[in-house]
């Protein structure tokens, strides 16, 4: 079953868009000043969402420059500016919902849409923080929507110490990364030997964050 995803079919007859956030929401502090919330199966009808981003969104993989060698990112990518259309109404749904319930705490919109597409186990996102942007110097959030197949999210203090935290996330689950999350905390998707379905993540940030 590597690289089939295998939707539940109840989900494929609801209606695809995000429930309410509001109270449930669970927020955990972690330490440094960062903390998680995370709102299990917020996407409504996200196997039905999955199957149709897989279809249209025009992916593309990418090579990129480690050391002195050019290596294949291990997943297909595509990410939408501020201000360009995205690939579907949910998408935009679920960007209101989350500027509605985030924006007086986050002080201005999410603006942006990266997705990655992980297509089996050997696709991965190695550890980092998103701070190319004002991550790397300010508080901000990240919000991530996962839709196919769970796989396990990774988060760890960026010195090192600390216990490492896992969420495994797929099907409509929702992970907000908050406060200094981005620069005191990394996080990655590792690699798995298990068979495993594909998953696709949908990341909202504000302007200036990567
Ligand atoms: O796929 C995910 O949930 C994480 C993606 C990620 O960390 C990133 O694109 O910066
Ligand atoms: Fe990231």
Redesign the pocket.
């Known amino acids: 079953m590597d690289g089939v995803f295998q939707g539940s079919l109840l989900d494929l007859d609801t209606e695809i868009g995000p429930g309410p956030l509001g109270a449930t929401v669970r927020r955990t502090p972690l330490a440094h000043g960062a903390w998680i919330d995370v709102r299990r199966g917020w996407m409504g009808g996200a196997d039905a969402l999955f199957e149709r981003l897989a279809d249209t969104v025009p992916w593309h993989a990418e090579r990129r420059k480690m050391y002195d060698r050019v290596v294949d990112v291990p997943r297909l990518l595509k990410f939408y500016d501020e201000g360009e259309p995205l690939p579907d109404p949910a998408l935009d749904a679920a960007m209101a919902a989350l500027n509605e319930h985030y924006g007086p705490e986050l002080g201005e919109p999410f603006r942006t849409v990266?997705l990655?597409f992980?297509r089996d186990g050997r696709d991965s996102?190695a550890w980092?923080g998103?701070r190319i942007g004002r991550g790397g110097t300010e508080d901000t959030m990240v919000a991530?929507v996962?839709v196919g197949t769970p796989r396990s999210?990774l988060l760890r203090p960026a010195g090192g110490g600390g216990p490492t935290i896992r969420h495994d996330?797929g099907h409509g689950d929702l992970i907000v990364m908050g406060g200094s999350c981005q620069r005191t905390w990394e996080?990655a998707?590792p690699k798995t030997s298990r068979p495993t379905g594909p998953r696709i993540?949908i990341?909202y940030r504000p302007r200036g964050v990567r």
Do not use: A, E, F, N
């Open positions: 990266g990655c992980y996102v980092h998103d991530i996962s999210l996330l996080h998707i993540s990341q």
